[in-house]
């Protein structure tokens, strides 16, 4: 079983940045994928990001690419979310999620972990 704990959210102006970090922990060999998600209010939950634990494919949504950038610290066993540019539409609670599985790393269906989620906000 893995264990996930986001950090890092926050409230910040339209322009602004945030990094969020997600520790990752417990059985942690069996993990093929790592990505982010988020869900604002009313609205589904939404794929932002992934990478495969290797590092040898990374997928960003269309709407945060060239301003989010995901990384990760395999020796730490954390990920990164580096956010810039940020804007209201940004707004939404951001969740880390790994996978055991192969599959395409947008789905969220691929992903078996979770963790509690980060608000982000961003005013205007």
């Known amino acids: 079983q893995v264990q996930l704990v986001e950090s890092g959210g926050g409230l910040v102006q339209t322009g602004g940045s945030l990094r969020l970090s997600c520790i990752v922990s417990?059985?942690?060999?069996?993990?093929?994928?790592m990505g982010w998600f988020r869900q604002a209010p009313e609205n589904d939950r939404e794929f932002v990001c992934a990478?495969?634990?290797?590092?040898?494919?990374?997928l960003y949504a269309e709407a945060v690419q060239g301003r989010f950038r995901i990384f990760k610290d395999n020796a730490k066993n954390a990920l990164y979310l580096q956010m810039d540019n940020l804007k209201p539409e940004d707004t939404a609670v951001y969740h880390c999620?790994?996978?055991?599985?192969?599959?395409?790393?947008?789905?969220?269906?691929?992903?078996?972990?979770w963790g509690q989620g980060t608000q982000v906000t961003v005013s205007s």
């Open positions: 999620a790994t996978s055991s599985m192969s599959g395409v790393l947008s789905s969220p269906y691929r992903y078996e972990s």
């Open positions: 417990g059985r942690t060999t069996g993990i093929h994928a």
């Open positions: 990478t495969s634990r290797i590092g040898s494919d990374t």
